[in-house]
């Protein structure tokens, strides 16, 4: 496995290209947990399933490991090779579950190296590759002891190393912080950012936490209810939603419902020009749903505020003040502010919103 490194960082020629084509998924029972869907996938790449639970991302990975299989007439091909119906064993995939699935029975070193000897590499080769991967987990002093004396981040860092340990084409990796602590879980993602960087394999990483894909993908896939709803960059899948779904499910999100007219919404007791919203169409003149973050809304002087509105919770979150206020729309709404100002709960606040920072769509 090659680590020369290309511009970004990531190693280069040691990924595997993968391609759905048509793939859908139907259970015995007849319950359809995906619609036919294409999805391809960069060597090299970390791309995101990202998605409510239920949604049909975890349902992509075992077809993509070879744990279930498409229905009639999808294909998989893992670069130019046709995987569609090959087993797990046959498409050297390397897995990380939630669970971390190790042997108890079996001292760290062993667990690293269980997958190589199943390949049948030999002991000197064996014990070589164990090493380099216990010493790029920065687990090397850990060598000797069983699973069961290790925290849940030590256990982890063997799983990833036993899946890598192998040389797979393709890493899956399931959910696999969401049984850590919040501080463990970012420190965990740093680190495995850094590693599938470092390696340049091809991995596709199933999670729920938005942050967390934000974090890790080069490409989001998001899920809704068995179909893709969009796929991009994390900028792209924050900044330019392109449902009503993805901009409320990707980030704090607000909606107001409103009127437009050629390119004017009322708001309050004023009109706000909406056209400079990023997909902003004359087509959603009319009733419409206007999306924006928690930055998409300011504090403002009175003689700049689009509305008025009361705070109802003021949150310190460190870097920015996380304000809640009611009165703009049916619903309460977030605003970010500057973590030094001072706002109180029932005060009376000025607002405005941030036209490029505004998504439209027209209401159901």
């Known amino acids: 496995m090659t680590i020369s490194q290309n511009k970004a960082g990531r190693a280069q020629d040691a990924g595997t290209a993968i391609k759905l084509t048509n793939c859908a998924?139907?259970?015995a029972d007849g319950t359809r947990a995906l619609m036919p869907f294409d999805l391809s996938i960069n060597a090299g790449e970390t791309?995101?399933?990202?998605?409510?639970?239920?949604?049909?991302k975890t349902t992509i990975l075992r077809m993509i490991a070879g744990l279930e299989f498409a229905d009639a007439g999808g294909a998989i091909h893992f670069g130019d090779d046709d995987v569609t119906r090959?087993?797990?064993?046959?498409r050297r995939v390397g897995m990380v579950f939630q669970s971390y699935a190790l042997f108890p029975n079996m001292t760290v070193a062993e667990n690293v190296a269980y997958g190589l000897k199943v390949q049948k590499v030999a002991k000197a080769e064996r014990d070589q590759r164990v090493r380099e991967m216990l010493e790029m987990m920065h687990i090397d002093m850990l060598a000797d002891r069983r699973v069961d004396q290790l925290s849940g981040g030590q256990r982890q860092r063997v799983a990833l190393a036993r899946a890598i340990a192998p040389r797979p084409r393709v890493l899956l990796l399931d959910e696999p912080l969401t049984a850590l602590d919040a501080k463990l879980r970012v420190r965990l993602r740093t680190e495995i950012n850094a590693l599938l960087r470092k390696l340049g394999i091809?991995?596709?990483y199933v999670t729920h936490d938005q942050e967390e894909a934000m974090a890790l993908g080069d490409r989001i896939v998001v899920m809704q209810k068995g179909e893709i709803a969009q796929i991009g960059t994390p900028q792209?899948?924050?900044r330019a939603p392109k449902t009503p779904?993805?901009?409320d499910f990707v980030g704090a999100s607000n909606c107001l419902k409103v009127d437009i007219e050629n390119g004017r919404a009322l708001l309050g007791l004023v009109d706000v020009d909406v056209s400079r919203a990023w997909n902003a169409n004359p087509a959603t003149?009319?009733?419409?749903?206007?999306?924006?973050?928690?930055?998409?809304l300011m504090l403002c002087a009175p003689d700049d505020a689009h509305f008025t509105a009361t705070v109802e919770a003021v949150s310190y979150l460190g870097e920015k003040l996380r304000v809640t206020v009611a009165g703009i729309g049916d619903d309460a709404v977030m605003v970010?502010?500057?973590?030094?100002?001072?706002?109180?709960?029932g005060e009376t606040v000025h607002c405005r919103l941030v036209p490029e920072k505004l998504t439209v769509f027209a209401a159901n």
């Not at 090959?86 to 046959?90: G, K, R």
């Not at 003149?285 to 998409?296: K, Q, T």
């Not at 970010?336 to 709960?345: E, G, I, Q």
Request: hydrophobic share 40%; glycine share 10%.
């Open 47 to 56: 791309l995101v399933l990202l998605g409510p639970s239920g949604c049909g």
């Open 236 to 238: 792209e899948i924050y």
């Open 336 to 345: 970010d502010a500057d973590p030094d100002s001072v706002v109180t709960l």
């Open 285 to 296: 003149d009319g009733l419409s749903e206007i999306y924006f973050r928690a930055d998409g």
């Open 25 to 27: 998924k139907t259970f």
């Open 202 to 204: 091809t991995a596709i």
């Open 86 to 90: 090959q087993s797990i064993e046959q």
């Open 245 to 247: 779904f993805v901009a």
